[in-house]
T-cell receptor
């Protein structure tokens, strides 16, 4: 069974600084998708960034970028120029084609002014 | 484009009572998902619908949970009877089906259930 592990229950960062959230996963598949979701206190899950395993280039969305290390099964999220609105729970998630989305336990990010 | 709608936002019931949650997906989205998110954990898929049909309900406790998707649009998730461990946020999500299979799931705001 596929598992997703987020080893950092909580992280904090100063406003305008950079923070990296860690995620590792376990799979025997070669083709899959990885995601980072943001869940603010409103509870609505919002997709932050997506990475296809067959793509070697790391995905980037404005201030958000990933470091995808396929051999190490690692998928970290870097948030640059952190803003107060980035404070939320962040979930790493994995799925293969046609399979269910499997989430990690989450990392609570605090942004300090 | 309107998002995924869910109601109610909050519900408090006593154990052994029944409860129902409603979800209206984004217009045109063929796939609908129900997730259970226990406090401090990531969401866990309960059931996935493709139009009217069930695609995956392997993690649905069928002795007490049931779900249906009327005419391939709205969906209702029911718990009967509820247990204390059912206290959680119930999230509904929907997505298009795309050939590239990189479809995004759009989530609703969830229903927070407290069983006392």
């Amino acid at each position: 069974a596929q598992t997703v592990t987020q080893s950092q229950p909580e992280m904090s960062v100063q406003e305008a600084e950079t923070v990296t959230l860690s995620c590792t996963y376990d799979t025997s598949e070669s083709d899959y998708y990885l995601f980072w979701y943001k869940q603010p206190p409103s509870r609505q899950m919002i997709l932050v960034i997506r990475q296809e395993a067959y793509k070697q280039q790391n995905a980037t969305e404005n201030r958000f970028s990933v470091n995808f290390q396929k051999a190490a099964k690692s998928f970290s999220l870097k948030i640059s120029d952190s803003q107060l609105g980035d404070a939320a729970m962040y979930f790493c998630a994995y799925r293969t084609s046609g399979s269910r989305l499997t989430f990690g336990e989450g990392t609570q990010l605090t942004v300090n002014p | 484009e309107a998002g995924v709608a869910q109601s109610p936002r909050y519900k408090i019931i006593e154990k052994r009572q029944s409860v129902a949650f409603w979800c209206n997906p984004i217009s045109g989205h063929a796939t609908l998902y129900w997730y259970q998110q226990i406090l401090g954990q990531g969401p866990k898929l309960l059931i996935q619908f493709q139009n009217n049909g069930v695609v995956d309900d392997s993690q649905l406790p069928k002795d007490r949970f049931s779900a249906e998707r009327l005419k391939g649009v709205d969906s209702t998730l029911k718990i009967q009877p509820a247990k204390l461990e059912d206290s959680a946020v119930y999230l509904c999500a929907s997505s298009l089906i795309r050939l590239a299979d990189t479809y995004e799931q759009y989530f609703g705001p969830g229903t927070r259930l407290t069983v006392t």
